[in-house]
Each structure stands twice: as C-alpha cells, then as structure tokens.
Antibody
Framework: EVQLVESGGGLVQPGRSLRLSCAAS????????IHWVRQAPGKGLEWVSGISWDSGSIGYADSVKGRFTISRDNAKNSLYLQMNSLRAEDTAFYYC??????????????WGQGTLVTVSS | EIVLTQSPGTLSLSPGERATLSCRASQSVSSSYLAWYQQKPGQAPRLFLY???SRATGIPDRFSGSGSGTDFTLTISRLEPEDFAVYYCQQYGSSPLTFGGGTKVEIK
C-alpha cells in the first residue's frame, strides 16, 4: 500500500524558514517523480514544486521560485521542501503527491494527508 | 503558464442526475495530459481520471472524460451520494503544472 506521510508543518513568523518532509513507502521511491501541492484553507489546489526520480529535473511555481527548494533522498525514501522567507500567503496545507512516472510531467496518483503551515506573527 | 478555467463553479443536482463539468485551457494541453481529481471535505484529493479519459484504479465507469486541445469535460452519468464533492482539473504537460479553480457538485 502506497503511503505518503508529511511532517514539519507548524506556526512560523513571516520571514522565517521551515522544512517539510514526506516519508514514502509501499512503492519503489526512486522510480517516480514526486511533488508538493498546497491548498490555502477553503481555497483551491496550487502546485508548488516537483522533482524527477533522479533529481535531474526540478520545477517550481512562480510564487515560490527563489524562496523554496525541493530535494529528495532516495536512500531514505524521503522528499523535502525547504521554505525560506515565508509570507502570510504561504499559509496552507502542504500535500506530498506521488507522480505516475519518473519525470515531473505526470499525473499525481497518490497523495498524503497534508501538513499545515501557518505563517503569522 | 497554462490557465485552466472550470465551469460552473457550483453544480446543484439530485442523486441519479447527470453531471457535466467543463475545464477550458488558455492554450493547448500537450498530449492530453489532463487529469481530474475529486476532493471531499477534510480529505486529500484523489486521482479520478488522467490522459483526459482514462479512469484511475478503482474509479467506477459512471465517470468518463473527454476532450483534447483546450476543451475537456468530466461526465458523471448518474450521481451517487458519494459523488458530491469538489472536482479539480489539472494539466501536467508543461511546467508550471496548473490546476483549475474547481467545481463543487452539491446536492440539490
């Protein structure tokens, strides 16, 4: 059974940093691309970033480019999102989502339950 | 960036009725890399359709998808009680990957 478990969310002040993690199991992690998707409370879905199986291809939404960094550790079956210079508009549930193939351009066939990031003073 | 516009914003229907949801792209979606997700309150989204018309694992055949280029449709032939939810379309053919704003299917 595919499982994706996010962690690292919480309350953080504007301008500070936070690192999210996603622990994956139930599939061959290094065969697939994987993504972060966020959803502000009561709002729609926004793709944040995605990374290919070998970290050779990475993409970011314009809203986070230059502030967020995605990475993965295939030995640990884990995905990360380093979030710097956080803003109030980054407040959202952050979901880890498994891609349907090795590259970034794939559908998201499994999702974690999300972790809430709240940016507020 | 490909902008996806979903309509209507809300669809009020009764169980047993047919639902037709639209997703229009600002430019052509390459290779029909268009997916549909269902989301219920307090839950993560779930993949329902991909490649515009292929059903994901475990999705009943009352759900169907069609379209190409810039116009795509999700059809639910006969609504069951568990189908009332929010549906999002997504294009994954070009970066940045983008989602539509969602269509809420509510009980009339």
């Amino acid at each position: 059974e595919v499982q994706l478990v996010e962690s690292g969310g919480g309350l953080v002040q504007p301008g500070r940093s936070l690192r999210l993690s996603c622990a994956a199991s139930g599939f061959t992690f290094d065969d697939y691309g994987i993504h972060w998707v966020r959803q502000a409370p009561g709002k729609g879905l926004e793709w944040v970033s995605g990374i290919s199986w070998d970290s050779g291809s990475i993409g970011y939404a314009d809203s986070v480019k230059g502030r967020f960094t995605i990475s993965r550790d295939n030995a640990k079956n884990s995905l990360y999102l380093q979030m710097n210079s956080l803003r109030a508009e980054d407040t959202a549930f952050y979901y880890c989502a498994k891609g349907g193939g090795p590259m970034v351009s794939h559908r998201f066939d499994y999702w974690g339950q999300g972790t809430l990031v709240t940016v507020s003073s | 960036e490909i902008v996806l516009t979903q309509s209507p914003g809300t669809l009020s229907l009764s169980p047993g009725e047919r639902a037709t949801l639209s997703c229009r792209a600002s430019q052509s979606v390459s290779s029909s890399y268009l997916a549909w997700y269902q989301q219920k309150p307090g839950q993560a989204p779930r993949l329902f359709l991909y490649g515009a018309s292929s059903r994901a694992t475990g999705i009943p055949d009352r759900f169907s998808g069609s379209g190409s280029g810039t116009d795509f449709t999700l059809t639910i032939s006969r609504l069951e009680p568990e189908d009332f939810a929010v549906y999002y379309c997504q294009q994954y053919g070009s970066s940045p990957l983008t989602f539509g704003g969602g269509t809420k299917v509510e009980i009339k």
